[in-house]
């Protein structure tokens, strides 16, 4: 298994400002994800990260609105830029143990007001 | 149509019931999948995982899959009021990139 942690928990933010988001893995892993979870929603992927790579990103999401690094193998960020209300949602990582497990973080709540 | 479909629910179950969710899905490709559970504002946790068709038990968990039918089932026996969660399946092939169902809200009632 894999210990994930994420900061913030949960932030409050004004439209138009930038926020990042660390997720903190206690293993090296080649592969993490990051996923966004509306209200009421299933699980979205945004992009797959890969250390020394660009992160691939699924079809309706953009580097320009959500960056992401991979500086090393046990940690990402993704920033959610000029936020808009309608970002307002659960951000979730994970990451890939073995071919047949993925395990997820605990989360950050975002509220764009 | 949705590549997994799950019955969203909500459904609602004395404790000590067996409660049953399920999944279908189109892509015959899947050959992991996952079980997980997530309490409201928590992250989803892993429940079970199962490679190809078969069943799996852990617990009072049990996981079947029947790739002949495209059809995932989750049975949890002796409910108790701590497994009131939303339920969401998940599976994929060998690339990594997972695909849930819309998650099943449950509740055990005491």
């Known amino acids: 298994s894999a210990v994930i942690s994420q900061k913030p928990s949960r932030d409050i933010c004004q439209r138009g400002t930038s926020l990042t988001i660390q997720c903190q893995v206690d293993?090296?892993?080649?592969?993490m994800f990051w996923y966004r979870q509306q209200p009421g929603q299933s699980l979205t992927l945004i992009a797959t990260?890969?250390?020394?790579?660009?992160?691939?990103?699924e079809s309706g999401f953009v580097i320009d609105k959500f960056p992401i690094s991979r500086p090393n193998l046990t940690f990402s960020t993704l920033t959610v830029s000029n936020m808009s209300p309608e970002d307002s949602s659960i951000y979730l990582c994970?990451?890939?143990?073995?071919?047949?497990?993925?395990?997820f973080g605990p989360g950050t709540r975002l509220t764009v007001l | 149509q949705k590549e997994v479909e799950q019955d969203p629910g909500p459904l609602s179950v004395p404790e000590g019931a067996i409660v049953s969710l399920n999944c279908t899905y189109s892509?015959?490709?899947?050959?992991?999948f996952m079980w997980y559970r997530q309490y409201s504002r928590k992250g989803p946790e892993l429940l079970m995982y199962?490679?190809?068709?078969g069943n799996k038990e852990d617990g009072r968990f049990t996981a079947q899959v029947d790739k002949s039918s495209k059809y995932i089932s989750l049975f949890i026996r002796d409910s108790q009021p701590s497994d009131s969660a939303t339920y969401l399946c998940?599976?994929?092939?060998?690339?990594?990139?997972?695909?849930f169902g819309a998650g099943t809200t449950v509740t055990v009632r005491a």
């Open positions: 998940a599976m994929k092939v060998e690339d990594y990139k997972l695909s």
């Open positions: 293993s090296q892993v080649t592969m």
């Open positions: 892509n015959s490709a899947f050959q992991y």
């Open positions: 199962t490679y190809s068709s």
């Open positions: 990260a890969n250390q020394g790579s660009e992160a691939t990103y």
């Open positions: 994970s990451v890939d143990i073995g071919a047949d497990t993925q395990y």
